[in-house]
């Protein structure tokens, strides 16, 4: 069974970055493909990033050039930098992976929440302003 551990969430002034990691254990990490979502109180789950096993990238309309998805397949993680905070990013932050990867290239990625399998527990992020 595949596990994911967030970490690096906190409370930050606007205009702070922060860089969130999720820690992948149980599986083959370099086959999945990797998204990061959120959700704000009172709010639906969100696609913010996502990353292929080729690391190829795609990004939700309102982080781009703010946030920066990576993985490093060598220590099972992936990481979201995230920069120029604003309080309207306030959520907590999801990891899932995507084991359903052996039919498409290496470039594929997904922002859809129902194509991953596994999800993290999530971690907290809060933006003052």
């Known amino acids: 069974q595949v596990q994911l551990v967030e970490s690096g969430g906190g409370l930050v002034q606007a205009g702070g970055s922060l860089r969130l990691s999720c820690a992948a254990s149980?599986?083959?990490?370099?086959?999945?493909?990797m998204g990061w979502f959120r959700q704000a109180p009172g709010k639906e789950r969100e696609f913010v990033a996502t990353?292929?096993?080729?690391?190829?990238?795609s990004y939700a309309d309102f982080v781009k050039g703010r946030f920066i998805i990576s993985r490093d397949n060598a220590k099972n993680t992936v990481y979201l930098q995230m920069n120029s905070l604003k309080p309207e990013d306030t959520a907590v932050y999801y990891c899932?992976?995507?084991?359903?990867?052996?039919?498409?290239?290496?470039?594929?990625?997904?922002?859809?929440?129902?194509?991953?399998?596994?999800w993290g527990q999530g971690t907290q992020v809060t933006v003052s302003s």
């Open positions: 899932a992976a995507n084991r359903r990867t052996i039919a498409f290239t290496s470039h594929y990625y997904s922002n859809d929440s129902s194509d991953y399998d596994y």
């Open positions: 149980g599986g083959t990490f370099s086959s999945y493909v």
């Open positions: 990353i292929s096993r080729g690391s190829s990238v």
